[in-house]
Structure formats: structure tokens, C-alpha cells
């Protein structure tokens, strides 16, 4: 199963960096993730025993390397016992005593505890851009780079998320395809055989459905950590607004902000369910799998769980890529990556990064994403060309959002310290469940605007 041993990184094993106060702080405050860990349903129990050494036994008595792997808890569960069932197989030939812990509440918490502490966990799955610990991660460029030979150049997503100037801090698992949810057969009832092109027949069908008590369950909310800020900025790129332009300047003062704001409002009026500003993670699904709404953005954690237990629902509902606006067609994608802690050194240095050369390898990855079916798409040309995709048509959609999909600030050469607050302390979702509660754009657009110039007083 191994690859060639990746050669050993000693470069900064003795002088590692001491992780900023602040920066500790805001992650173990709860940062605030994309869709990948909080895909919006109720998380599946953890491995049986939590832990896991080699298949078949206790590890060796005299293991030369000992691994603790943080994992948050992926919502296809199926993805949980692939990684349980790969460490077990490959920590028996490598003789290396491998242990995970699954945590889908805790995990940052117990990732701030382990930085701080300099000890513990020695890999981790994270869901955001590694800016704000980067003195705590190790250098994975040469890691990516055989991967890069081996199966193509990373996603502008992927790449993005998990580089910083250039540098490799993460392997990216992939991306997180979130689609539109919808109810195929009362779209149908009221004359649309597929889901609508563009965001203003988008609304006219909501007013519609609306009127028939099947109103949209879109998130305008920030009280949804993932779901919340993927539907308003959505919506904001889609109507030609964003965060940051390139040279690292706001963006977001603009009159496409403006126009998304005020569409925002007539669609959360005329289209959408009252309770929408106020949604919390796991509502859309809940609503959705109970019959209460017509459509929602999420990826596939609510078909998947409706084709175990509502299969009529699942029968009746489809998915499909987001409308097109004025600014074009645009979703909003997750990445979700592995990163090695910098105080992990010696034998259990070489052994990690072995690891994660041979988990993310064509020898074993292909398997890994097709169990998702497409909760995960691939972010390298070599694995999509793979037999990966899920055979079920009504979960086609994922493939087209690849292109389509935009992470926070997606301008930015990487997340800059005030872009990951901004995205952490919700202001986007925030400044439109304002805008739909009030019914005043320009309001809400300003006192976002006073929000970012007081976090960005903070980096100053």
C-alpha cells in the first residue's frame, strides 16, 4: 500500500513558531466552517470504541511511530468508516499504532487545546484556510506536488483554501458540491418540468409554491454556520457583488451588494418561509425531509437520508446548478483538508506525512470519493476522469458545480486574517437575514460595513 517514503521534512522540527495568541483564540472560539463538517444534519455516532490500532490486534509493544488523527465527523457515514477501515489496514503494514478520534462538536476545540499544548493530535481534517495557524502547521508542498504529477493541477478552490503565499499547508480532500434541493413534482404542479435558469423565474415559482403553502427554505440566516453564509453569498455573486477584490481592498460597498440585498428581500417576502432569517443548521434539511418547504441549498445529506427512509420522498425531489443572475451563475463550494501539526516530529513526522501521501494516492482515493456519492467531488482532472461520479441521475448536478463553485473572498491569492474573521464572525448572512428582517438594504449593508472596519481596527 505504501508509496516510495516521502523524504523526511526536518527543516523547522526544533524551532517551531508559537501559534499567536489571538490566533488560538479565534479557533478555539468555534470558527465558523463551510459546508463540508456541518452539512446540516444530526451527526452520525463515532466508530465503535472511538480508536483504532492495528486490524486484528494491539499495536506492536515496540511500534516505532504512534499517530492521533482528529477527524470531524463526515455526514455520509460511509466516509467515516473508510477512513477507520484505511488506517487500520495501513497502520498494520507499517507497524505504526494509529489512533482516530471523531468528533463532529469538539473537534476545533480539541485541535486548539493540541496547538497550544504543543502535543496530541498529529493530523487533523479541518474545513477552513489554514491563515490563522499557520505557525502550528508543517510545509506539505512536496506531498502535494507528487500528487500534483500524479494526477493533475489542484482546483482554483482547493488551491485557494488550503496555500498560503504559494506555499502548501493542507492536502485537500475536495470539494463540497451544494446544489439546489427541490420538490420536482410540485414544481411540476404548477408548470415547471425542470428547475428555473435564471433568479427572477426563480422567484415568480416561489410566489407560486408560496401561495400553495410549499414555500423556499433558502438560509438567510446567520444563526446556520455553513448553510447561512453558502445561500447569501450565493445570492451576492450571482447578482455581480463579492467580499475583496484582489488587491486585498472591500469590495463589498457596491451597488451590486445593494441589488442583491434588495432581491433578497422580495424573494424572502414573496417566496420564502417566514422563519428563513432565523434558520438554524440542521432546519433546512428538517424541513425539507418533513414536507414543509419546496426548495433549499445543501449538498446530498438530505436526498441521501430521504432514500434510506422516505424513498417517496427522495423520488419526488431532484436536484439542479443555481439560477443565473445578473452577475452571473455562481454556487458556493466547501473544501475540506488534512493538515499536519508542526510538533509532531521523528519517526511519527515520516510515518504522517506517509500517510497522507498514501490516503490522497489513485491507489486508494478514487474509493474514498465514490463512497461520498459526490458529498465530495474531486479537485484534481486525474481523479474526475475516474469512475467516481454516483450512477444515480438525480445527484448528476454535483459534477457541473465544480466550475461554478466560489469560497469566501475567492479573490483574495488566499483568506487574509480580517477575510477569515469576516467569514468567522458571519457578517455576510448576517447583513442579509438583516436586510429581509427590516426590509432596508442600505442599513444593513452599512452596519456590516461598520462591523468590518472595527475586526479590521483589530489587525492593525
Known sequence: MANELLPRNTSDAASRRTLTRRGFLRLSGGMAGVAALAACTAAPAAPSGGATTSEGGAAPAAAPAALHYQSGSWFVPELNDEIERFAN??????????????????????????????????????DFSPTTIQDAVVDVSDIVGALVD????????????????????????????????????????????AFPSTWDETLEVGRLLKERGQPYGW???????????????????????????????????????????NFAIQFYNDACDPASTSYQEA??????????????????TIYLPALESNPELAEAMN?????????????FTGVAEMILLKHTQGADLDAARQFMADFFSLEHYPDFIKLGQSYLIPA????????????????????????????YG???????????????????????????????????????????????????
Open 89 to 126: 489496514e495501513w497502520s498494520a503494514e507499517n507497524n505504526v499504532t494509529f489512533t482516530i478520534d471523531v468528533d463532529s462538536q469538539g473537534s476545533r476545540e480539541k485541535l486548539a487545546v493540541a496547538i497550544e499544548a504543543g502535543e496530541g493530535i498529529n493530523l487533523a481534517q479541518i
Open 150 to 193: 500524479e494526477q493533475g493541477d489542484f482546483s482554483p478552490a482547493a488551491t485557494y483554501q488550503s496555500t498560503i503565499d504559494g506555499v502548501w499547508y493542507a492536502v485537500p480532500f475536495g470539494e463540497h458540491p451544494r446544489m439546489i434541493n427541490y420538490r420536482e413534482d410540485w414544481f411540476a404542479e404548477v408548470g415547471y418540468d
Open 219 to 261: 438560509t438567510l440566516s446567520e444563526q446556520a454556520s455553513a448553510d447561512g453564509p453558502a445561500a447569501c453569498l450565493a445570492l451576492l455573486w450571482s447578482f455581480g457583488g463579492k467580499e475583496w477584490n484582489a488587491d486585498g481592498s472591500l469590495a463589498l460597498d457596491s451597488q451590486e451588494t445593494v441589488d442583491a440585498l
Open 283 to 300: 432546519t433546512n434539511n428538517q424541513a425539507f425531509l418533513g414536507g414543509q418547504i419546496s426548495m433549499t441549498y445543501n449538498v446530498n
Open 319 to 331: 436536484h439542479a446548478i443555481p439560477p443565473e443572475g445578473p452577475g452571473g451563475r455562481y454556487g
Open 380 to 407: 484534481t482532472p486525474g481523479l474526475a476522469a475516474l469512475p467516481v461520479w454516483p450512477e444515480d441521475p438525480k445527484l448528476g448536478a454535483a459534477r457541473d458545480m465544480g466550475p461554478l463553485g466560489l469560497l
Open 410 to 460: 475567492y479573490e483574495l491569492p488566499f483568506p487574509n486574517e480580517l477575510a477569515s474573521a469576516v467569514q468567522t464572525q458571519l457578517i455576510i448572512p448576517k447583513m442579509f437575514s438583516a436586510a429581509c428582517s427590516s426590509g432596508d438594504a442600505e442599513t444593513a449593508l452599512a452596519n456590516a460595513l461598520d462591523e468590518i472596519a472595527s475586526l479590521e481596527s483589530q489587525f492593525s
